[in-house]
T-cell receptor, first 114, second 117 residues
């Protein structure tokens, strides 16, 4: 079975500062890793995903994440935060065997201070 | 990738009653997943619905409380039975986009916001 741990339920940064949201996973087989964003009272939006190939993945809105197998991590970064980045971010893992459903982390609420 | 139509988008229900949520997919998919998102929480998998067989429920979820139907490869329903205020949540369905391999990613319905009073 797979699992996801997101360190930090709340992260606050200043506008223009680096955004770093941490995600560690556990999986007995090669994982597929995803980051989703959820704005208040809205649905999930896919930011980026890692399945195979290049370990540095670029997504929408300037976000990127790097798959590090040795560290079992998939941290999300953005060089410069915008006010519009304030939202809830979820890391999730799945595999191409077994049940194939996404397993979500507990989420990180990002606040961006002016 | 697949497109999902989920209904209703929201409902307010009396305790003790049941609500059935529908998800219609515009293409045939092998597996459909049902999730619950309690207020301020993450998404938790309720069950996986496979056509032609009983749904597979996750720990803490039982068929009597959350019966699921999967009559064909494009449609599924989730019923929340004998509701209590603790069932107030957003319920979402999801499929693997474009096939059975998660390599393609996932598509989510827009969610059903349920309030039990």
């Amino acid at each position: 079975a797979q699992s996801v741990t997101q360190l930090g339920s709340h992260v606050s940064v200043s506008e223009g500062a680096l955004v770093l949201l941490r995600c560690n996973y556990s999986s007995s087989v090669p994982p597929y890793l995803f980051w989703y964003v959820q704005y208040p009272n809205q649905g999930l939006q896919l930011l980026l995903k890692y399945t195979t190939g290049a370990t540095l993945v670029k997504g929408i809105n300037g976000f990127e994440a790097e798959f590090k197998k040795s560290e079992t991590s998939f941290h999300l970064t953005k060089p410069s935060a915008h006010m519009s980045d304030a939202a809830e971010y979820f890391c999730a893992v799945s595999t191409d065997t077994g049940r194939r459903a996404l397993t979500f982390g507990s989420g990180t609420r990002l606040q961006v201070q002016p | 990738s697949a497109v999902i139509s989920q209904k209703p988008s929201r409902d307010i229900c009396q305790r003790g009653t049941s609500l059935t949520i529908q998800c219609q997919v515009d293409s045939q998919v092998t597996m459909m997943f049902w999730y619950r998102q309690q207020p301020g929480q993450s998404l938790t998998l309720i069950a996986t619905a496979n056509q032609g067989s009983e749904a597979t429920y996750e720990s803490g979820f039982v068929i009597d409380k959350f019966p699921i139907s999967r009559p064909n490869l494009t449609f599924s329903t989730l019923t929340v039975s004998n509701m209590s205020p603790e069932d107030s949540s957003i319920y979402l369905c999801s499929v693997v986009s474009g096939g059975a391999n998660p390599n393609y990613g996932y598509t989510f319905g827009s969610g059903t916001r349920l309030t039990v009073v």
